[in-house]
């Protein structure tokens, strides 16, 4: 039975709804809070990407990119005058725009993997990076560094990341195939520990100068350097994975039933979570390949959306995605602009934020 038949939906929970979802209530509406939040993220999208030094209105963004789309669509035919100069052109274009673009993707991505790895684990405070991923993409980050190689980081760190999640899930596999959630975070730390040790032990030992300078960078999470096509990598791995994992809502809810009641109601338990693992693991290594390690987004957002739509994962993961985007860009807008011309890494921004609501979550769970 554990590995036969199709999915079919978990039976009512004894529960209140309310105490079934962890929550004090039964939730808004999910179409509401979508539409909502969908608004919320292209009004946080417009602003983020007129804030700074040069004097530019969202009007001005649109108009200039109606005359880009119209020149491209159409070459030779007559189209609105562009109303940016070339420089305003360039900034809003090859600079804000695609990291608006990057951080929206990559937080989407790490708030749709956290609420995934939490119901897969029946671990309220797991995250993206909790089978050693980051880790491992950051070794292969910091190796391509120190050797000169900044054009090669992204398929470095997507290899380090990859590498690590394949060490990890034979780490904590059984012989029958099995996938314990405990085995799995215990190789998970084991990996995550060593990839950090091979990372401090090269930076001690080659690093110098301005290769030091962008390892530290990117060891805090930054998505100061994004160009179109990191965007659009992360926005194209979001879009595929993230839609793949979302549409598992039903799945993950049979999950938090425990193992042996996901397979008597036809759940193929091992099998089922060694896909969606390895999706989550893919997913999260493609984020970090273009925005480096920014933690806690995967924690912090799943548990306050839970708060708006309750806990069941086909109303919890597309609001997920759109929370994480939200959240993200407006960590690193706020990062690039609080201390201006300097720029904060957004890592250590999600991390003053997540901290704290990780030792709320953890002593939540300890009284528990």
Known sequence: MAESGAVVRPPADPRPPAAAAGVSHRGLLPGAVLLGLAVVLAATAGWAVTLGQADITVGEVWASA???????????ATCPADPLTVIQDAIIWQGRAPRVLAAAAVGAGLAVVGAVMQALTRNPLADPYLLGVSSGASVGAVLVLV?????????????GALAALVVTLALAARRDGGLSP????????AVAQLGSAIVSFVIFWSATGDSYREILAWLMGSLGGATWSEAWLAVGA???????????????????????????????????RWVLLGAGALLTALLVSVAGSIGFVGLVVPHAVRLLVGGRHHRLLPVAALGGAIFLLLADTVAR??????ELPVGILTAAIGAPVFALLLRRRGRE
């Open 66 to 76: 109606w005359h880009h789309v119209c020149t491209a669509a159409a070459p030779g």
């Open 147 to 159: 050797l000169g190689l900044s054009a090669a980081l992204p398929v470095a760190a997507f290899a």
């Open 182 to 189: 405990v085995r799995t975070v215990l190789a998970g730390v």
């Open 238 to 272: 979001t879009a595929v994975v993230g839609t793949f994992l979302a549409a598992q809502g039903r799945t993950l809810d049979a999950f938090t039933f425990g193992d042996v009641s996901a397979a008597s109601l036809g759940v193929a338990v091992t099998r089922t």
């Open 337 to 342: 602009s609080m201390f201006e011309p300097r």
